[in-house]
């Protein structure tokens, strides 16, 4: 993902979630993903999907059982 593609992205998710801690980074190896962190915390993966000519994104998050514990 280019640089500009990363940032709008990660405008887009501190305006909806309303948390400006959250960071969209490329991948060493990965052109077409991203990782999305809050603050230092992982939290899931951006993926670009160009298909027909539309570009969207993806995001996917795994949230654990033991996440769930209080």
Not at 21 to 43: L, T
């Amino acid at each position: 993902m280019e640089k500009k593609d990363l940032e709008r992205v990660q405008t887009y998710m501190r305006r909806l979630f309303g948390n400006a801690q959250i960071k969209v980074v490329a991948r060493p190896k990965k052109k077409d993903s991203a990782e999305v962190y809050i603050g230092d915390e992982f939290v899931g993966v951006l993926f670009e999907d160009k298909e027909d000519g539309d570009l969207s994104y993806n995001f996917q998050m795994a949230i654990l059982d033991t996440d769930l514990e209080d």
